[in-house]
């Protein structure tokens, strides 16, 4: 099935996965693997979406970017550096901002979809 030009589908099932093991200690308390499905790289617009699924862990985060978020299923943690934390479950959709110094933490595994805008 072919698609309107400009138009990207998330649906589509021909995406290679990326899967990526985070184990630095100082990122986060324990290895865990993710992966992704990148549907929209656009390097030209700083620009990156998709579905990105992982198990629970708990990640220390210092972006530079900003990341739309809409949760798909699970339940996740942010809490900021000064240890002001917010919950979001499955529906719930959300922007992590350039500048956010804390924690992610998934309390159950999380697929989301994601629009990443770097500066």
């Known amino acids: 099935m072919n698609n309107p030009d400009h138009i990207i589908d998330f649906a589509s099932p021909e995406l290679p996965v990326v899967e990526l093991e985070t184990s ?3 990122l986060v308390d324990a290895p ?3 992966r992704s499905w990148r549907h929209f790289v656009a ?3 700083n620009a990156v979406g998709g579905i990105w699924e992982a198990p629970e862990h708990l990640e ?5 970017y900003d990341e739309l978020c809409h949760l798909l ?5 942010l809490t900021d ?30 697929r989301k979809v994601f629009m990443i805008l770097r500066s």
């Open 32 to 34: 865990y693997r993710s």
């Open 73 to 77: 299923e699970g339940h996740v943690r």
């Open 81 to 110: 550096s000064k240890g002001v934390s917010q919950e979001f479950k499955a529906g719930a959709t959300f922007v992590v901002a350039a500048g956010f110094k804390g924690t992610w933490e998934n309390l159950t595994p999380v």
């Open 43 to 45: 390097p030209q617009k």
């Open 24 to 26: 630095d200690p100082a």
């Open 60 to 64: 220390r985060c210092e972006c530079d």
